[in-house]
């Protein structure tokens, strides 16, 4: 699965090629971010997306957490948003709320307009810079590398901000289907594209982020949003792809189909039941309640010890929440997870 040259395997990366790995692979969504005081000191004065954009600045926050939590992989630090900012979008991330929009798509002439933004590989270059400063200082630990799907990024765009159930976005698949394709069509090749950048930076695998793809009857998302996602993942070869949304039970195959290697599980649904739902054969990633990491250490022990035992009903696992790391976690908790998972026998 790797590209070209010896590419040393990493319990990471043999568990996402479907091989279960001699140790317990462990990373965390959202694991770089305000559960780290030294996420919040290398930050201040800096907006998000600001510092998504100052390489040295993204390439430091996203090995602070390895650094600190010896986890198996790390994640780029950047945004969904990130590869529309660099199109010349104008998106803010507001603290407390998340990406809004100046100009949210609701008519054809937003469409157009925001079709109009071209994103350039010149564009992406801080995105490259950023990876390849970050890869060159991670030794063999791999970087992962991810974007947005259509539907996920879509939302916030119809919208002009985050919503609870993607209703406008929802209304529109179904109000206007040729404005609807042009939209996922234009957020597709720009997530690709992003995808791409961080790729030739060295990431050594992807995942594809479509949290709120939930909120779809498995046909909607058939028709109208797996053609979408598909491209995006298309976009990078030789690296595997992971896909995750919540509350996502009733499209695991589907997200598998649109071209996924792992498919990740949130914390809704046991993951041998995942495992099942996905005919057996498919690598999976999750589940741990970001509820229990507030628990004492016996009540999360055993939640980590069912998570791992119902992952042994998949070819492999890796260990991670069912969606990112709330803010307030203790990140002593995440550091005694991974000692945890790196004991197991
Ligand atoms: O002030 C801050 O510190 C900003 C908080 C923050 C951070 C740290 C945001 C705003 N984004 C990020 C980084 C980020 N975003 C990462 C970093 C890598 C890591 O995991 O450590 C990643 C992977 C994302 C991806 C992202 N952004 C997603 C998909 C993952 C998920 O959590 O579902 C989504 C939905 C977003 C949008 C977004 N960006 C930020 C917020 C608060 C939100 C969600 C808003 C909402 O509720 O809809």
């Known amino acids: 699965m790797a ?146 799907a259509p539907f996920t990024l879509a939302s916030y765009v119809v919208e002009g901000g985050p919503s609870k159930d993607q209703l406008r976005a929802r209304t529109m698949l179904h109000a206007d289907p040729d404005a609807w394709r042009a939209l996922t069509g234009y957020l597709a090749r720009i997530s690709g594209a992003f995808l791409a950048a961080q790729v030739r930076g060295g990431a050594r695998a992807v995942q594809l982020f479509d949290s709120w793809a939930g909120s779809l009857p498995e046909a909607d998302y058939r028709a109208a949003v797996l053609p979408a996602s598909s491209a995006v993942l298309a976009a990078v070869q030789g690296v595997p792809k992971v896909h995750f949304g919540v509350g996502t039970a009733l499209l695991l195959p589907a997200m598998r189909d649109a071209g996924a290697d792992v498919v990740g599980v949130d914390h809704r649904l046991p993951l041998d039941e995942a495992s099942a739902l996905l005919g057996g054969g498919v690598p999976v990633q999750g589940n741990i309640d970001p509820a229990l990491l507030a628990a004492p250490w016996p009540v999360l022990r055993a939640h980590l010890e069912a998570v791992v035992d119902a992952g042994r009903a998949a070819p492999a696992h890796v260990l991670n929440l069912g969606h990112g790391v709330p803010p307030e976690t203790d990140p002593g908790v995440l550091t005694r997870i991974v000692e945890w998972a790196h004991d197991l026998p």
């Open 3 to 148: 590209g070209s040259g010896p590419v040393p395997s990493t319990p990471l990366l043999d568990a996402y090629a479907g091989v279960r790995p001699a140790t317990q692979p462990v990373w965390f969504m959202r694991q770089a971010g305000r559960s780290l005081p030294e996420y919040r000191a290398s930050r201040a004065g800096t907006a998000m997306l600001d510092a998504c954009l100052t390489p040295d600045l993204a390439a430091e926050i996203t090995l602070q957490p390895v650094r600190r939590h010896g986890v198996d992989a790390a994640i780029f630090f950047s945004d969904i948003v990130v590869p529309l900012r660099l199109a010349g979008v104008d998106v803010e991330i507001v603290p407390g709320r998340g990406p809004v929009f100046a100009r949210p798509v609701r008519d054809a002439a937003d469409l157009a307009d925001l079709v109009a933004h071209e994103l350039t590989d010149d564009a992406l270059a801080p995105i490259e810079a950023a990876v390849a400063a970050t890869v060159a200082q991670l030794g063999d630990v791999p970087l992962i590398g991810f974007a947005g």
